[in-house]
């Protein structure tokens, strides 16, 4: 685990994961920053609304352009909890996001650091600045004790 406090998004971003887990779904939390403020944030939920899109970047990503009232979150940095799959790496790609910090990395799903490496295609129109691992502890040990309770 962490030893030194985790910056407040990605702490929040883990509640919202631990929040997942309780709901039944696999657990990941994202929030949207500005300006040192939180203006958007989910966690999953793609079993409980039916919907294959509801991952926690997506609903971070609309609260805050609601918040905003633009689909443009340019200056705005996303916390979330693992790597981006290819849909929420695409969204951040179109949202204009300005800096992606992601705890844990996914080899299976992530498309950032693995698989498909969206930011680093030629025709990527946005490419966030992009840190990874902070937090990964502790988003590797929700994620692993979910999966061991369903196997």
Known sequence: MTRWPLPVPMQRALELAAEAAAAGEVPVGAVVVQAGRIIGEGRNAPRALHDPTA????????????HL??????????????????????????????????????????????????????????????YGGMGEGESAALLQGFFRERR
Request: charged letters at 20%; a neutral charge; aromatic letters at 6%.
């Open 55 to 66: 991952h926690a970047e997506i609903a971070a990503i609309r609260q805050a352009a609601a």
């Open 69 to 130: 009232g633009s689909e443009r979150l340019g200056g705005c940095d996303l916390w979330v909890t693992l790597e981006p799959c290819p849909m929420c790496a695409g969204a951040i790609i179109h949202a204009r996001i300005q800096r992606l910090y992601y705890a844990a990395p996914d080899g299976k799903g992530g498309a950032v650091a693995h698989g498909a490496r969206l930011f680093d295609q030629p025709a990527c129109l946005h490419r966030p600045e992009v």
